[in-house]
């Protein structure tokens, strides 16, 4: 008796891995009913601690290889090593061992790639039936696409291609793009037949073309089934001169800030909108020489693990991509950028201010409107999911229309049903749904007033 899978997904890094986390952790409850759980694991072991606090994960695996450090008298978790003696590793693992008796777990992180023989080993001590799931990318369009996510992110770089490929850091990034040792390594552990190899292709992906329809044809899941929630804002790339606008914003930003989503969002928008060919940053000669060096291990991948004879691991042969013709920037209109970028900072950084004040504000108005009544708030959904990590007032209930939803846990707030509540009177409501008109309705027709008895969270946060 094998019991329930333990699926283990390792995507390598620009391999559709965040757009998938965020579908997983979005449909949490759809997977559900199909057997599949992708455990929120800071939400069902609150006491465990991330550092930064503020952080949110949502693959709910960094648990997995993160140390524990002590900040401020408490203990916390950073990304790290893995580390499988702490009380951390425990707790995770008591969870998820009562969780795999009752139905199929998914876990998700990128960074397992770089300690697979160890994680895989440990895990292996813990639950027999594993499968793992690997997303590979042709190694040059990998390369080309870290760099672009790098000074997309605006974390970390301010280099053009060629002296990001100097670089001191690359090696280890070059390193990774060698799949086969890793693949074999994963092999045997778990068993070829519980390696499953996805090439990160638009041709090989399966079920339309993208990496979620593809991970849920890997599960056996409908992608077309209609109650999947989709993904709003995908992650597309920098093209043309935005890729060298940023760059150039990226090097005045003060020591720790971190562009908002917003920021990030504009530059993505303008590029879609006025760059339509796929382009790329090796000349041809550059592309093919930097192939050479993993001919061998793709065509062992392709026949060993993909059992194609003729060796083909990736069908997209093309290597005389246009390179991308980016205006240089002068000293003048580098200066420029920096200025400008300097004062939407600036503003940035004020804006942040003010809505924190804001939210202040905003729950010492509804304190007052409470009056000594307990909160509720209604709507199960990501946007209360995104209040509550917001909070700072005790809430006694979630309420949702949504029998499916009925014993839910979101944190320590239990999801009931609103038939459960008999007396609406003793409550002070907040409706955390975006669409809200017939959910009003239906608090007005149990007696309740509007601004008296219930709010709408997007009124007074300002939600769109």
Known sequence: MMGNTLLIHMGRHKTGTTALQTFLSENRENLEKYGWCYPDLKKEIPELQVWPPWQTEKNGANFFIAKE???????????????????????IWEWMSECLKHKNVIISEEAWWYVADEFLEEVKKKYGNIKVVIYIRRQDRAMESWWNQMVKG????????????????????????????????????????????RVYEKEQLKAGGGVISDFLSVLGLDWEWSEWNRISKP?????????????????????????????????????????????????????????????????????????????????????????????????????????????????????MRLKRHNDILTWKLLLQKMNGRKLLLFGAGQKCKELLEHMDIPVKWIVDNDMMK???????????????????????????CVKTDEVEEQLQGYGLQKEKDYVTAKEYFGWT
């Open 69 to 91: 450090i002590e900040h401020g008298g408490r203990s916390f978790l950073e990304r790290g090593e893995l580390c499988t003696h702490t009380s951390e590793w425990n707790k």
């Open 154 to 197: 605006g974390r970390w770089c301010e280099k053009n291609f060629r002296e990001y490929l100097d670089s001191d850091g690359i090696k280890e990034i070059q390193e990774g793009l060698h799949y086969l040792k890793k693949i074999n390594q994963i092999s045997d552990i778990v068993g070829k037949e519980s390696c499953i190899v």
């Open 235 to 351: 992650n597309h790339r920098l093209s043309g001169n935005y890729i060298e606008i940023k760059r150039a914003f990226n090097s005045i930003r003060p020591a720790g800030y971190f562009p908002s989503a917003e920021q990030t969002y504009v530059f993505q928008e303008l590029s879609q909108r006025f760059c339509k060919e796929e382009k790329g940053y090796f000349t041809t000669e550059e592309r093919l020489k930097f192939m050479e060096q993993f001919k061998y291990e793709n065509e062992w991948i392709a026949k060993e693990h993909l059992h194609r004879k003729d060796g083909v691991l990736f069908y997209d042969d093309k290597m005389d991509f246009p390179e991308e013709d980016i205006h240089l920037c002068s000293a003048f209109e580098e200066n420029l950028i920096q200025v400008f970028s300097a004062m939407l900072c600036v503003q940035n950084e004020e804006m």
């Open 406 to 432: 009925k014993g839910m846990m979101r944190g320590r707030i239990e999801v009931i049903h609103t038939s459960q509540i008999s007396r609406w009177e003793r409550f002070f409501v907040v409706i955390t």
